[in-house]
């Protein structure tokens, strides 16, 4: 086992922050380590406010709406095990194509291929040759859906999903998997948010599998106890094999998807078996997730280079080059030659890791990303600033 801290930015042995010490949900929620409790992040506008706050007039409400702060019983949510490859292409349209993308497997987003607020019996595809042709990707690849989006988008999902029947709307569309919607761990909010945001994304998963649909689980979580929850529900669902993780935002920061997947290492090996992890966004991190001998990489990077009509150079490097075309021409053969040559990027540097073993560095020797300006002034008065230097007082001398 990895030896970690609570957070990824805790210390090692570090106990929750005082205030969190009667709270009642500090079994479930595992407390904050960096301030006096989760309630630092309150508002103070509890007549507006709609998040999981203690103090919101409306918390019974949303405890309500998400179905509670905890489940203790069996998800109904489907999986059943498939041969991914290393590199799925994130398609976001077919916009400027006039061809077929002929690939194995094409990631869309969920949200661009259901219809919310349209009516219980309303579709956006009617069919499982309507969303590849409207995609242009081709009649036999396999569709793996991606519930990662906007907080707009998602509440959205969220608000429609019984109305307008968008589980069902997804049925006959032959799709091979959907992760389920990863509804925000933000930061600025009270924990109990999280929680409820973790139930609405398990109800979401056994709304889909109702319809009939493969679920890939959507690890959300922010200290070790949400990962303890992960791992007791992996363990009580031993038929959940693949499971997903987003390196696109929080977890784009070296030091925190570091820590985060040192958890899920954790994990695999409490469990006794193997996990398929896909990496949306985390190409970046492959030295990081070689551990994994089941690993998929999907992100829109040749799609959108495509588009803006830029050329991947080599199989080797990373660079990209302008391709001049005449206005209006089709991306088709630029496209075609981008998912290749990155797919067969991302399957050497795989093989190249998996050689020599993940490369999983010590927490405390990497530098978190900056949340302020290197120029930020530090709020100091005058009679403080009386007794420092000035290259001390002024935070970009210090970095």
């Not at 797919?343 to 190249?352: D, E, F, S």
Request: net charge positive; charged share 20%.
């Amino acid at each position: 086992m990895i030896q970690l801290g609570p957070t990824s930015q805790a210390l090692r042995g570090q106990m929750p922050s005082l205030g969190c010490q009667p709270c009642e949900l500090l079994q479930l929620c595992g407390g904050v380590y960096d301030s006096w409790d989760c309630l630092n992040e309150c508002c103070g506008e509890p007549e507006n406010c709609t998040t999981g706050c203690f103090r919101s007039r409306q918390f019974a409400t949303v405890v309500r709406d998400a179905g509670g702060l905890y489940r203790n019983r069996p998800w109904n949510i489907r999986q059943t095990r498939r041969v991914l490859p290393e590199y799925i292409p994130h398609i976001h349209n077919g916009y400027g194509r006039s061809k077929h993308l002929s690939v194995p497997y094409a990631a869309l987003t969920t949200f661009d291929v259901v219809k919310a607020n349209s009516g219980p019996n309303v579709r956006a595809f009617s069919s499982a040759a309507d969303v590849r042709k409207h995609f242009r990707i081709s009649p036999r690849a396999k569709i793996i859906l991606l519930s990662i989006a906007k907080d707009d988008r998602l509440e959205r999902y969220w608000q429609y999903e019984d109305s307008s029947r968008l589980p069902e709307q997804l049925a006959n569309l032959r799709i091979e998997y959907v992760t389920a919607p990863n509804y925000s761990f933000p930061l600025n909010v009270p924990r109990p948010d999280h929680l409820l945001n973790r139930m609405r994304s398990l109800r979401s998963a056994e709304r889909l599998s109702a319809a009939g649909i493969k679920v890939i689980p959507h690890l959300n979580s922010f200290n070790e106890t949400d990962w303890k929850f992960w791992r007791d529900f992996l363990k009580d669902h031993p038929h959940i094999n693949i499971v997903a993780l987003e390196f696109q935002t929080g977890l784009a920061s070296p030091r925190k998807a570091a820590w985060h997947v040192c958890q899920l290492y954790n994990i695999q090996e409490s469990l006794g078996r193997k996990l398929h992890l896909i990496a949306v966004a985390g190409r970046r991190h492959l030295p990081l997730l070689a551990g994994f001998s089941n690993l998929t990489i999907i992100d829109s990077a040749p799609f959108v280079r495509a588009c803006k009509r830029r050329l991947r150079l080599d199989l080797m490097d990373n660079k990209w080059v302008v391709n001049k075309t005449v206005p209006g021409s089709p991306v088709d053969d630029l496209l075609r030659h981008n998912v290749s040559t990155y797919a067969h990027n991302v399957r050497l540097r795989i093989k190249i890791g998996r050689k020599i073993g993940p490369l999983i560095p010590h927490l405390d020797t990497i530098t978190e990303i900056p949340v302020v300006r290197t120029d930020f002034p530090a709020p100091a008065s005058p009679l403080q600033r009386s007794f420092w230097g000035e290259e001390q007082y002024n935070l970009a001398a210090l970095g």
